[in-house]
């Protein structure tokens, strides 16, 4: 069985363009232990004259299957994520560190309400817990606000709309452009668009937020600021790659 402390050289077992700049990858991981919802694993290139390169990336998907979903945004100035979105093919390798972390993760016998918030590629691991829930039928009641540029640019909008259809409680935010018809207000998350979206703090529901590092701190004071206990809200940023 893998070891969360030693790199397996894993196959990339196919490949989905889910945005104008994302894709998702499905990596076959032998004797992967399986994964909690919400956590990430690390990622290792190694390029033909010996660099490596390693990021860290949230899984979309948790539970014992050794084959894991990663989905990634390129950023164009990172050194990674361009190659995994644009040149990676079905067959090749990756070498996978993980799973990893304990902090940012969603377990069913929790009770508690819980409330989503993500920022762009920031739903990978809050697709991943949404997800769990909904194969639990476990009944938490369960809230995702997910602030994207465009319905374009949304990654696993269809599996989200499902999951809606489910119990989950979906609330959309655009920040450049909105669908034909669209009611809300365009623009970056604002105090007003946050507490119309989220649980009030009275049901103490404990909160994820993931996203880009300025998103996540923004969203985080307000809720603070709405009155929701700090304690239970838990963070996670990322940058280029």
Request: aromatic share 8%; charged share 20%.
């Amino acid at each position: 069985m893998v070891s969360a402390r030693t790199w397996i050289a894993a196959r990339v077992a196919d490949v989905e363009d889910v945005t104008p700049n994302a894709r998702v990858l499905g990596v076959e991981v032998p004797g992967w232990p399986g994964n909690l919802p919400g956590q990430h694993v690390d990622v290792r290139l190694t390029a033909e004259d010996g660099y490596q390169a390693v990021r860290s990336y949230s899984l979309g998907t948790s539970g014992p299957s050794t084959r894991i979903e990663l989905a990634v945004d390129a950023h164009p100035e990172g050194e990674v994520s361009p190659y995994l979105v644009h040149d990676v093919v079905p067959g090749d390798h990756l070498e996978i560190l993980g799973p990893l972390g304990g902090y940012f993760v969603w377990r069913d016998t929790d009770p508690a309400p819980v409330q989503l918030i993500a920022g762009g590629s920031g739903i990978v691991p809050l697709r991943a817990i949404a997800r769990a829930r909904a194969d639990a039928a476990s009944g938490q009641p369960f809230r995702l606000l997910y602030s994207v540029k465009s319905p374009e640019d949304a990654i696993y909008r269809d599996d989200l709309m499902a999951m809606g259809e489910q119990g989950l409680e979906l609330t959309w935010a655009f920040t450049q452009h909105a669908p034909e018809g669209w009611p809300g207000v365009v623009g970056r998350l604002n105090a007003e668009t946050i507490a119309a979206a989220v649980f009030p703090a009275t049901d103490a529901p404990i909160v994820y937020v993931c996203g880009p590092t300025a998103f996540v701190e923004v969203v985080a004071r307000r809720l603070v600021e709405l009155g929701h206990d700090p304690a239970r809200i838990k963070t996670e940023r990322f940058g280029g790659g």
